[in-house]
């Protein structure tokens, strides 16, 4: 799972509603719904479709509810149940690429606090 901030749409009951997906992985996602336009009666298992671009290419997903706390804070976990071969060939690429990304830059910071803490116990 990867912490992310993805704009997206997700349609539930012939409705479109836009959201933020902060949290992605290869079987679901996280998805917040602003305060103004929020689906009404989400529950578990509910049926919905998700659509969402990262910098690799458009995904679409088939989606069921797999938890939902929109009455307090507007988010809704999502399991994928019926995604294309492009899209999830897409989205392993892109999460590849964006923990990759991450190590690489985590790996950077701890470098450089070694190189820091060691030239501070130099001087």
């Not at 079987?27 to 969402?52: E, I, M, T, W, Y």
């Not at 458009?58 to 507007?74: K, L």
């Not at 019926?82 to 190590?103: A, D, G, I």
């Amino acid at each position: 799972r990867v912490g992310v901030l993805l704009d997206c749409f997700v349609t539930y009951q012939d409705t479109l509603y836009s959201g933020q997906i902060d949290n992605l992985s290869t079987n679901g996602a996280c998805v917040q719904f602003g305060s103004s336009k929020r689906p009404v009666g989400l529950q578990a298992k509910d049926a919905l479709h998700v659509a969402f671009w990262t910098s690799w290419g458009r995904i679409e997903s088939e989606a069921s509810v797999a938890w939902s706390d929109m009455e307090s804070r507007g988010l809704i976990g999502l399991k994928f149940t019926k995604m294309s071969n492009e899209s999830t060939s897409v989205l392993e690429q892109w999460l590849s690429f964006e923990n990759l990304t991450r190590e690489l830059l985590s790996n950077d910071i701890r470098r450089r606090e070694i190189l820091l803490l060691g030239s501070e116990v130099v001087n």
